[in-house]
């Protein structure tokens, strides 16, 4: 039996089928290996021959794999009756119904009866060598304490809570209390301003929200709780904001607000019992809502549901990353952001992993932080961003060098493309050329990682920069996006990025907004989920990543991919972003923002047509840039992606135009003033 049971589909395959499925998947007997060993949640396909003919099946027959797989991994109050009901071109998506469960209850309880005294959680604070471990058990306990006190101040099922914290435990808890109580959380990145915090907190319709007196990261205090006190003014919904203190200092405390944990007042927290009823929660019950900005409009609030989230989530960080039991797991992502939903909270969490808490910067107090918090923590698995990267390739190897990297056994980077040269560090220097590094693609609109270089095969080929294949379950495809949208099916191919087939882990909805979910990301190409982004599809089938498509650049009547022409420069400066501008002749062309490399004495004039001659060499004359711009830093989201949105804009000199700035990491607009007083035209 390999489906629940009363389970009922329309594509559900016959035992029969299955088998003929099974032996036309079988290869030889020879090549045969024991899928279960490798994958035990597949353990019903006793007759698939490998793991490259179990992701075949995983998409083939999607239905059976994922039903087995929920069965599987995650513990149900009441299993699903089907497995999913879902039509793409109408942008509806519903896995595992009938299924009831609680996303604590998969994260926290199951672990704490087997192994109360293993470490979830460990805090590497912003002061370095102050680490926190907490157990499983205490972690349901403070987790079970924040859903009491929710409880008791009226939290209700199907409210939405406004989370605004540093990556803390008690962020953590409160974002599985709100799971206990099948309350929706909304994480809002606290390096968000009162406005944007503001915005978010009226869309998602919260009357409660969570924050801390102030927050600390790379030395600096952050005035959080002063932040929640200016949003909420233009916010009639919030009715209570708990505070917890990270730091000593008392904030004012206002009506509306209550002390969480402070010990030496109110004592909120620990009045609470550290038990907590979980509320028992359909599968499309909603889990969270995660705010993202789109090319166009204010930010959406993507969707997440309970199991399909959770089962996803999980799957991925076991495959991907390798992680096996006993792992520490370290993600350095903020859990504002999806990264650090799925890889720091729910997929590691899922799998009873000792999952890491970042708080600081990659260069404080120094550019060897992330390497000493290798060594300290004995880190298995690295997950980090291509920025961050970069930067501290500026430093030097020597900064990784004195520390003991050995624990690591996988680096991972996420967020953006990432250049050939940092990919090449990373593997080299961070990772003494023995550890994979898994370059993964994905979105908050995904929900977990789609495409990776070892997704089921861990001695699986890599090329550097490329995140090569898709996970279990997923089929992308490219299509053209000129046209008329015909599916691409040849290899060594560009398009538009698509995916063919649902899976547990997609985004439901835009808040409030399903009309816009439905025109940005089933309109484009009906029948296909279109992800934004363009990618490239080798010779031998792997994806390669070109970027936004709206960042793709025609040149004469020549694509190119932005990242393509920052690639070839990268090695010369620091950083680069690149942007296409009208231009009168070739209906595009190209124009290059670099920032040079520390302590590099070179000539503007002698490094652009340098930079030129290499493009002009290693792509082709037409992506050779027109304008090269020199400047100190480039406009960055906070989550670390250059806003060449804004760079497009200071190139059409159309400041009145720059849109949305909420995630702009440079609150004052200094480096815009400064790009826009000194451009080349
Ligand atoms: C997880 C995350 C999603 C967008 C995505 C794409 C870019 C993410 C990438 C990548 C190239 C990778 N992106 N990973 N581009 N290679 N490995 O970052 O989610 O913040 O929603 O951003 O980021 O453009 O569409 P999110």
Redesign the pocket.
């Given at each position: 039996m390999w489906l629940p049971c009363g389970c009922t589909s329309k594509y559900v395959a016959s035992s029969f089928a299955r088998r003929i499925l099974a032996s036309h998947l079988h290869v030889s007997g020879r090549s045969r290996c024991n899928v279960a060993a490798f994958m035990p949640e597949a353990a019903g396909f006793e007759g698939v021959s490998g793991r490259a003919a179990l992701r075949e099946l995983s998409v083939s027959n999607s239905e059976s794999f994922w039903a087995a797989v929920a069965r599987h991994r995650l513990s149900w109050s009441i299993p699903f009756h089907t497995v999913q009901d879902c039509d793409l071109s109408r942008g509806k998506i519903k896995w595992f119904e009938g299924g009831k469960l609680n996303v604590s209850v998969n994260c926290l309880d199951r672990h704490v009866h087997t192994c109360p005294e293993r470490v979830a959680l460990i805090w590497e604070r912003d002061e370095r060598g102050s680490e926190m471990k907490y157990t499983y058990r205490e972690l349901l306990e403070m987790t079970c304490r924040v859903g009491n006190l929710l409880r008791r101040h009226g939290v209700k099922r199907g409210d939405c809570v406004t989370i605004y914290m540093p990556t803390c435990p008690l962020a953590v808890a409160s974002m599985l209390a709100c799971a206990r109580i099948g309350a929706a959380h909304n994480v809002v990145f606290a390096g968000f301003s009162a406005d944007a915090l503001a915005e978010r907190i009226r869309d998602a319709q919260s009357s409660t929200v969570i924050t801390v007196n102030q927050g600390v990261r790379g030395g600096k205090v952050i005035e959080l709780k002063k932040t929640v006190d200016t949003a909420v003014e233009s916010c009639p919904t919030v009715k209570q904001v708990f505070v917890a203190m990270r730091t000593d200092n008392p904030v004012t405390m206002t009506a509306r607000d209550i002390a969480m944990e402070e010990v030496r007042e109110q004592k909120e927290m620990l009045k609470e019992d550290v038990v907590c009823e979980p509320a028992v929660m359909n599968s499309e019950d909603v889990l969270f809502l995660l705010y993202?900005s789109g090319s166009t409009g204010k930010p959406k609030g993507l969707v997440h549901t309970q199991a399909g989230y959770l089962l996803y989530a999980a799957l991925t960080h076991r495959y991907v990353f390798s992680y096996h039991d006993g792992d520490v797991f370290g993600c350095v992502a903020d859990i504002g952001?999806?990264?650090g939903h799925?890889y720091v909270v729910y997929g590691p969490l899922a799998n009873g992993a000792t999952t890491v808490l970042f708080e600081s910067t990659p260069i404080y107090p120094d550019p060897g932080r992330y390497w000493d918090m290798v060594e300290r923590l004995k880190i298995n698995q690295f997950y980090g961003?291509?920025t961050a990267i970069r930067l501290l390739l500026k430093y030097g190897d020597q900064w990784v060098n004195k520390y003991d990297r050995s624990t690591l056994k996988t680096l991972g980077?996420?967020?953006?493309?990432?250049n050939t040269e940092a990919w090449e560090w990373y593997h080299r220097v961070v990772g003494d050329g023995r550890c994979p590094v898994v370059?993964?693609?994905?979105?908050?609109?995904?929900g977990g990682?789609c495409?990776?270089p070892r997704p089921s095969d861990p001695d699986a080929e890599i090329v550097p920069g490329m995140?090569m294949r898709p996970f279990f379950g997923i089929k992308p495809v490219l299509i053209d996006t000129e046209v008329s949208g015909e599916l691409l099916t040849s290899n060594n191919t560009s398009g538009a990025l698509c995916m063919a087939q649902p899976w547990p882990g997609m985004a439901r909805t835009i808040h409030n907004n399903h009309q816009r979910f439905i025109e940005t990301y089933f309109q484009p190409y009906p029948g296909y989920f279109f992800?934004?982004?363009g990618a490239y599809r080798s010779e031998e089938g792997y994806y390669q990543?070109?970027?936004?498509l709206d960042d793709v650049i025609n040149v004469s009547g020549h694509r190119i991919g932005t990242?393509e022409i920052e690639d070839v420069v990268c090695p010369a400066v620091a950083e680069s972003a690149v942007i296409g501008y009208t231009h009168s002749i070739k209906g595009q062309g190209v124009y290059a923002f670099v920032v040079l490399k520390k302590g590099i004495d070179v000539k503007e004039a002698d490094l652009s047509r340098q930079l030129n001659g290499m493009v002009s060499e290693k792509i082709a004359k037409y992506a050779s840039p027109d304008f090269i711009q020199f400047a100190q830093r480039l406009p960055k989201t906070r989550?670390g992606?250059i806003m060449r949105r804004v760079l497009r804009k200071v190139v059409e000199s159309d400041l009145e135009g720059l849109g949305d700035l909420s995630t702009l990491d440079d609150p004052s607009h200094k480096c815009i003033k400064y790009l826009q007083s000194c451009f080349c035209f």
């Open positions: 993202t952001w999806i990264t799925s961003a291509p980077s996420v967020g953006e493309p990432i370059d993964t693609w994905w979105q908050t609109e995904t990682i495409i990776a995140a992800t934004g982004d990543i070109t970027g936004r990242a989550s992606k």
